[in-house]
């Protein structure tokens, strides 16, 4: 199984603008020597070797994660800005041909959510289906609502594909042949929930938008139950630890909530996701380098920590 990553900045779209790149080509230009980039090579080397916020970045389009099992099956979490890459990938499967179906699970239906599904491209495509999974009594209505004129140019009605609903009871278990999916009610504004993929003995866990405090230890519980054992632990980590105190109730986490459940549930990999869009690639490399500071101070060396970016591709 492998997850790929199509879009990470929470809240709202938040591209990398001209002067952020500015400053990483003069940052690197400033620290390469002549033998740095004399060829090619040298030059792909010294690029390997800087932190990543100087030759990449965390930034641009909202929640969208693809679960890639082996099975061959298209699960798609969440469907924000980052939907639209990901429907245009996808066109060189059979769901560009209307042969195809993908089943898109819905933590909840804030628009960082779901504003890329009008974008995503096999929705269009007569003969395709599409199945649409969440915990809300609202899923049906709010599709078409979000298309609704004066909107979108384009009526949820006049959508190709055969698009259905299942409106999922916390808890209930959704299978898709071997593939086992369930989900975790979270605390956040208008409820979230997390989704946990299970394929033979490999488990991704997608827990986004998601605040927890030592108040609330069932919460904590539930989560730490929830994320057992799982190989990838995708988790909203918006926050800075001061973030989380003045932010109260806004309803988002922190790398350091992240490890400790990770750390408990004995997860394999946690990704920092659902980065804060005011933050720069500088300051979220260096939440990760605090993560990797505390990981080791509670004990928990084994845990790996990466930074969630568009186009990273995970092995379970
Ligand atoms: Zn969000
Ligand atoms: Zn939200």
């Not at 989560?223 to 109730?249: G, L, N, P, W």
């Amino acid at each position: 199984m492998k997850v790929k990553f199509w879009g990470v900045s929470g809240s709202i779209a938040s591209p990398c603008t001209s002067q952020m790149i500015r400053s990483k080509a003069e940052t690197l230009l400033l620290d390469a020597s002549n033998e740095d980039i004399k060829d090619e090579d040298s030059i792909q080397k010294f690029l390997d070797s800087r932190p990543f916020h100087q030759v990449g970045t965390y930034k641009g389009s909202t929640s969208c994660v693809q679960v890639i099992p082996d099975s061959g099956d298209t699960l798609i979490f969440d469907c924000g800005t980052g939907g639209r890459a990901l429907g245009l990938a996808l066109m060189g499967t059979p769901l560009g041909r209307g042969q195809g179906t993908a089943h898109v699970f819905f933590t909840h239906l804030h628009w960082d959510h779901i504003s890329g599904f009008p974008f995503f491209t096999p929705a269009y495509i007569p003969g395709n289906k599409i199945n649409i999974y969440g915990v809300s009594e609202s899923l049906i209505e709010s599709f078409p609502k979000q298309m609704a004129y004066p909107f979108f140019p384009v009526l949820f009605d006049q959508l190709g594909a055969d698009v259905s609903f299942r409106e999922l009871e916390e808890k209930e278990v959704v299978n898709i042949g071997e593939l086992v999916i369930e989900n975790e009610r979270l605390y956040h504004p208008q409820v979230s929930h997390a989704y946990s993929v299970v394929e033979g003995d490999k488990k991704v866990v997608y827990m986004t938008d998601s605040e927890f405090n030592f108040a609330n230890m069932e919460l904590i519980q539930k989560a730490i139950e929830f994320c057992k054992d799982a190989d990838v632990f995708i988790f909203d980590c918006q926050f800075t630890f001061a973030d989380t105190i003045s932010k109260m109730d806004w309803g988002h986490s922190s790398v350091f909530t992240g490890i400790d459940i990770a750390t408990a549930a004995g997860v394999k990999k946690l990704v920092l996701f659902h980065h804060e869009p005011s933050y720069d690639d500088n300051k979220i490399d260096k939440i990760i380098e605090e993560g990797l500071i505390y990981k080791g101070k509670v004990g928990n060396e084994s845990l790996e920590i990466v930074g969630g970016y568009e186009g990273l591709e995970l092995e379970c």
